[in-house]
């Protein structure tokens, strides 16, 4: 079945450093890939999202590649706030069914 | 527009005894999904209702779970009885029609505590 592995965390940086949280998958049709976020307190945010090979998923600074030959999705962010600070969840959706990473935590430090 | 709201926010009880988790989707809203996260670990998929229908109860563990969406509005989550390994964070989410490329709106999860 479809799977998603993403680096274990916590991860802990300080304001202003480069994030990024690896993300790998194994499916078998042709997914599409999201990173969504939990920020304290609150449900779980799509973050980004890619629908096909090669697509570029951005926003709030945040960016990630959806490459098919290496069955990847990592996410990056080139200057982290503290407010950046949340559980980060890499998921792949095969029809309706979203499968997830197990999550890491960020820690952001001023 | 209100978001997905989940309820309670926070359930402790013992083994053996009966809880009970509401989630109101979206207005509007015809897929409901319920997922769980248990132990820090991935967030699973339990079942999918369109409108009051069970579409896929693939996820469900056991048939302590008790999943329905009376009326096609909100939808309860049961388990009886509870052990252990049912403690987690239990999120439900909700989507438009034609979900296939529609985003799942997540609620902020139940956190259920059995000791």
């Known amino acids: 079945g479809d799977s998603v592995t993403q680096m274990e965390g916590p991860v802990t940086l300080s304001e202003e450093a480069f994030l990024t949280i690896n993300c790998t998958y194994t499916?078998?049709?042709?997914?599409?890939l999201f990173w969504y976020v939990q920020y304290p307190g609150e449900g779980l945010q799509l973050l980004l999202k890619?629908?096909?090979?090669?697509d570029k998923g951005s926003n709030k600074g945040f960016e990630a590649t959806y490459r098919k030959e290496t069955t990847s999705f990592h996410l990056e962010k080139g200057s982290v706030q503290v407010s950046d600070s949340a559980v980060y969840f890499c998921a792949l959706k095969d029809d309706y069914k979203l499968s997830f990473g197990a999550g890491t935590t960020v820690t952001v430090r001023a | 527009e209100a978001g997905v709201t989940q309820f309670p926010s926070h359930s402790v009880i013992e083994k053996g005894q009966t809880v009970t988790l509401r989630c109101d989707p979206i207005s509007g809203h015809d897929n409901l999904y319920w997922y769980r996260r248990v132990m820090g670990k991935e967030i699973k998929f339990l079942l999918h209702?369109?409108?009051?229908?069970?579409?896929?109860e693939s996820g469900m563990p056991n048939n302590r779970f008790l999943a329905e969406r009376t009326g096609g509005t909100y939808s309860t989550l049961k388990v009886q009885p509870a052990e252990l390994e049912d403690s987690g964070v239990y999120f439900c989410?909700?989507?438009?029609?034609?979900?296939?490329?529609?985003?799942?709106?997540f609620g902020p999860g139940t956190r259920l505590t059995v000791l």
């Open positions: 890619a629908t096909k090979a090669d």
């Open positions: 499916a078998t049709g042709y997914p599409s």
């Open positions: 989410a909700s989507s438009q029609v034609g979900h296939g490329s529609n985003e799942q709106f």
């Open positions: 209702f369109v409108k009051e229908s069970k579409q896929d």
